[in-house]
């Protein structure tokens, strides 16, 4: 659990890291094939998912490769966890996630990883629009490293598959 807090299924949440509304194309640029996979979600206090979902937090690896909680918009500082949490987002910044805990969508629970790519690029993502919305500068946060970026070849491979098939479906259109 993120915040090192435990709470009952109104206050904790399986959230998907990547939405499930992601495009197809999008999907294929972070190399992941199924935006259901555990490894695409994670246990999150409830306020916590909708800071990182409206990209106001985001998890950063640390010098020592641990992936930490890190506020981007000062205003979710004061939000609580979850509904009657005495416990803030901001006091919660910072924590260490040592493993994860991935939900199935059976409701099974393994401690894989989450992607790697995947919270890269939501930090990338968050880091731009803390930018434009001026929560930040580039002065005092530098852009987010790129983690666990999947093989090119792989991505290609896996463009080439999908515009291979669309073509050969507008082919067999094209016969009947």
């Not at 935006?35 to 010098?63: C, H, Q, W």
């Not at 009657?84 to 805990?101: A, L, M």
Request: proline share 6%; net charge negative.
């Amino acid at each position: 659990m993120v915040s090192g807090q435990f709470g009952d299924s109104d206050q904790v949440v399986a959230a998907h890291l990547i939405p499930r509304s992601t495009k197809l194309d999008t999907l294929f640029r972070v190399g992941v094939d199924d935006v259901n996979s555990p490894r695409n979600s994670m246990m999150v206090a409830k306020g916590i998912e909708e800071a990182y979902d409206t990209l106001r937090v985001t998890f950063l690896r640390d010098t020592l490769g641990r992936f930490r909680l890190t506020i981007l918009d000062p205003a979710v500082r004061e939000t609580a966890i979850f509904p009657s949490s005495r416990f803030t987002i901001g006091s919660v910044e910072h924590c260490q996630i040592e493993q994860f805990q991935v939900v199935a969508p059976d409701g099974s629970v393994s401690l894989r990883r989450p992607f790697k790519r995947v919270l890269s690029y939501h930090a990338h993502l968050a880091y731009h629009n803390a930018l434009c919305q001026r929560w930040i500068t580039d002065r005092e946060m530098a852009e987010p490293p790129e983690v666990g970026t999947p093989n090119p070849n792989i991505l290609f491979q896996k463009l080439f598959a999908a515009a291979h098939h669309e073509q050969k479906g507008d082919e067999e259109n094209e016969q009947e």
